[in-house]
């Protein structure tokens, strides 16, 4: 049984990674030496540990010390409350908890280990591996987040394994206790890169500032990190060779403002999720993905497109979802539906939203995603959020929140929002039909993002 630990050790890329957060640095070849669970490393053996960590740091070395070791790995995002983070503990059945002495753990079970900030000499035994299930909560905004069992082979099956080209920094927007930013942990930690941790208390700034210093040369976040970044004025810091996005619809706008931002860097976008791991990449600088795709050439992934949605199987789908009320995970021919619309155009899928997340107006369906990439493509905009309001004749009417590249110089303008409003709507009405025209728009300094980095997209 191969751990994490065999990987980040193995010959030929032995030990050369570090990990660089908010705080300061280790170097893994700290961990041949010593270790941040001191003479308890052993005890953790076949149990299942409730990993209570708020440092993305402190997670990381976790992780190397206990894969292989724990039975249960279960990753918990800072932004729980106690009650969720004892609902977990429960779901998990977990018997013990590792905390870094930061995160309220009053109704924990089992015994509490505190695990150290950083590797201290340690005698260090290395036994047989055994396989440890890694739990990681999906990252929904309302209600409580189900847990999906995986193993370090499905989290892994999607990445290369061989050494990077030389110099190689890797870093991400997302904390790594998420999907999309484990897989980038893990690709560090695999192809012994440096990786650079980004932390929830830093500014956008402070953290593109940090990333740059570090030679960064890879790196990933959700289209709305991304707009986030080239609102900040700072994203001219890093100099990477390649650009990732992911958890969101990656429109064209916001793969060419990052292709401009960047024009040595090649520009590419995921889909994954949870539940179904990583579908497929896409380089060539398009928005979608070719329709070649769902026959076979996405790398060992299986794909059609059923009632509209994306649904996936491959052998890097999780194992299923924890308690025994949860749902079934896959169809009776192995597929996940993933729940995102999508749509063939020209030889190519385009997505269109969330099967959730559909606006009805009066009997008509409106995709929230596909006016967004109307006013994201007004050169004033920085990103836009579109939403329903209730209307007592047609049920819901569409309503937008706008960020502008300047939004304080705008305001200070006398007139000038209510220009550009009036501008920003014709834009709407010249490219999309009646119903698809928001009723009313706003000009707004910021929008709010979840924990994963995503759009809070607010129920009518």
């Known amino acids: 049984m191969t751990s994490l630990w065999d990987y980040v050790a193995r010959e030929g890329t032995s030990l050369k990674g570090a990990l660089h957060g908010a705080d300061g640095s280790v170097a893994l070849t700290e961990l041949e030496t010593g270790s941040c669970l001191g003479l308890e490393r052993e005890s953790f053996r076949g149990r299942s540990v409730l990993l209570a960590l708020r440092e993305q740091m402190s997670t990381a070395l976790a992780l190397i010390e206990l894969d ?160 986030r970044a080239l609102m900040s004025g700072a994203a001219g810091r890093l100099n990477p060779k390649y650009v990732r996005l992911s958890g969101e619809v990656a429109d064209q706008v916001v793969l060419d403002q990052l292709r401009a931002t960047f024009p040595g860097a090649r520009v590419g976008h995921a889909f994954a999720s949870t539940e179904a791991g990583v579908a497929f990449e896409v380089d060539d600088g398009l928005a979608g993905f070719p329709a070649e795709y769902l026959n076979g050439g996405a790398r060992g992934v299986d794909m059609k497109v059923e009632d509209g949605t994306l649904r996936i199987r491959s052998q890097r789908i999780a194992g299923g979802y924890l308690g025994a009320a949860s749902p079934g995970l896959s169809s009776e021919d192995g597929y996940i539906d993933t729940g995102d619309l999508v749509e063939l155009q020209g030889g190519r899928y385009f997505f269109r939203g969330r099967k959730g997340g559909v606006i009805n107006v009066g009997g008509q369906k409106v995709y929230p995603e596909e006016i967004e990439s109307v006013l ?55 490219a999309l039909p009646a119903h698809k025209v928001p009723a009313m728009l706003r000009l707004v300094p910021t929008l709010e993002l979840t924990a994963a980095g995503k759009l809070v997209r607010p129920n009518a």
């Not at 209307?391 to 220009?419: C, F, K, M, Q, Y």
């Open 68 to 227: 292989g070791i724990a039975r249960r790995l279960v990753l918990c995002t800072p932004d729980l409350s106690a009650e969720r983070l004892a609902e977990v503990s429960r779901s998990a059945q977990t018997d013990t908890t590792l905390t870094d002495g930061s995160v309220d753990l009053s109704d924990a079970h089992g015994p509490i280990h505190r695990l150290e900030p950083r590797p201290v000499p340690a005698p260090i035994e290395r036994r047989e591996a055994t396989a440890s299930e890694w739990i990681l909560l999906t990252s929904g905004t309302t209600g409580a987040p189900k847990l999906v069992a995986h193993s370090l082979a499905s989290l892994a099956g999607f990445l290369p394994r061989q050494p990077p080209e030389p110099g190689s920094v890797w870093s991400t927007f997302y904390d790594i206790r998420r999907y999309g930013g484990l897989q980038i942990y893990l690709r560090a930690m695999l192809s012994g890169c440096p990786l650079v941790l980004s932390s929830p208390a830093e500014a956008t700034e402070d953290f593109l500032a940090r990333a740059g210093a570090h030679g960064v040369t890879h790196i990933s976040g959700t289209p709305s990190h991304w707009r």
């Open 376 to 430: 994201n493509a007004d050169p004033r905009v920085r990103m836009s959020l579109v939403r329903a309001r209730r209307n007592p004749i047609t049920g819901a009417v569409v309503v937008a929140d706008v960020v502008l590249h300047d939004h304080e110089a705008t305001a200070r303008t006398e007139g000038a929002s209510e220009d550009i409003k009036r501008e920003l709507l014709q834009a709407c009405r010249r």
